[in-house]
């Protein structure tokens, strides 16, 4: 069994910083892409940022120049620092692994609350 445990959200005013962290646990090996994805009330699910096993990074234009993704791969962890939030930054995040050889998984944590108050 495969866990994600996601942490660092909060509520934070328009212009602050707040730092995601998402831990893959368990029968996990091989783990190539990690991300975060996030849901705002009424809205679909939206891709954040992406990054592979080779460091390549993938942005959302909405958070390009705000937020950087990174990740520790001794550690299973992905990391997401999200500076200058702004009200619309608000959502649930949750975080996504890829993992195996073939066939590919894919695993997504139960999300952390990001508020951005005006």
């Known amino acids: 069994q495969v866990h994600l445990m996601e942490s660092g959200g909060g509520l934070v005013q328009a212009g602050g910083s707040l730092r995601l962290s998402c831990v893959a646990s368990?029968?996990?090996?091989?783990?190539?892409?990690m991300g975060w994805y996030r849901q705002a009330p009424g809205k679909q699910r939206e891709l954040v940022a992406t990054?592979?096993?080779?460091?390549?990074?993938n942005y959302a234009d909405s958070v390009k120049g705000r937020f950087t993704i990174s990740r520790d791969n001794a550690k299973n962890t992905v990391y997401l620092q999200m500076n200058s939030l702004k009200p619309e930054d608000t959502a649930v995040y949750h975080c996504?692994?890829?993992?195996?050889?073939?066939?590919?998984?894919?695993?997504w944590g139960q999300g952390t609350q990001v508020t951005v108050s005006s």
């Open positions: 996504n692994v890829v993992w195996g050889l073939s066939p590919k998984f894919s695993s």
């Open positions: 990054i592979d096993s080779a460091g390549s990074t």
């Open positions: 368990g029968s996990i090996f091989s783990i190539r892409a």
